[in-house]
């Protein structure tokens, strides 16, 4: 086929604190890579558990809630959509999050019958 089909199809899979994530799509937007998905999720990285105490009882904290963002790019650099939400979901602190990036297969839009990077 044609040398459209060599473009590589990304997931960029990143998770943020929930207050970033306005300036996370902020930054997605003024890179040309609006499109996402985003879901709540609890998750922990590297950090020990936590204890406190709550009316007597000790809890442990080891699961925080952040947000999983999820976007699938053809034509943009998956490093530069990596590079725009660390910048945007940064702020020093423990928990800031992470980014992945995974080999996306294939890709099908629904309405027009497109396949590969044209349907991203
Ligand atoms: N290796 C991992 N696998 C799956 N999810 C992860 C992984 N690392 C981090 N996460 C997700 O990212 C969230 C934020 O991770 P976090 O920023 O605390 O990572 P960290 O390695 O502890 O870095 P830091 O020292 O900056 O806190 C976690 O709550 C979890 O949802
Ligand atoms: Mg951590």
């Given amino acids: 086929m044609s040398d ?5 199809i990304k997931l960029v899979m990143a998770f943020v604190r929930p207050d970033k994530l306005s300036d996370v799509k902020q930054a997605l937007a003024e ?6 998905t985003v879901t709540n999720v ?3 990285g590297s950090q020990p558990a936590k204890k406190g105490q ?17 976007c699938v ?6 490093d530069d959509v990596v590079e725009a939400i660390g910048e945007a979901a ?3 602190e423990k928990g800031d999050g992470k980014v992945f990036v995974l080999p996306v297969e294939s890709a099908y839009q629904i ?6 990077p044209d349907a991203v």
Avoid at 111 to 116: E, I, L, N, P, S
Wanted: aromatic share 4%; proline share 4%.
């Fill in 73 to 78: 790019v053809a034509d943009i650099p998956a």
């Fill in 31 to 36: 890179i040309g890579a609006p499109s996402l």
């Fill in 90 to 92: 940064h702020t020093g």
């Fill in 42 to 44: 609890s998750g922990r």
């Fill in 54 to 70: 709550w009316r007597g009882e000790e809890y442990t904290v080891d699961l925080h809630q952040k947000v999983k963002v999820e």
């Fill in 111 to 116: 309405r027009t019958g497109k396949t590969g």
């Fill in 4 to 8: 459209a089909d060599d473009r590589e």
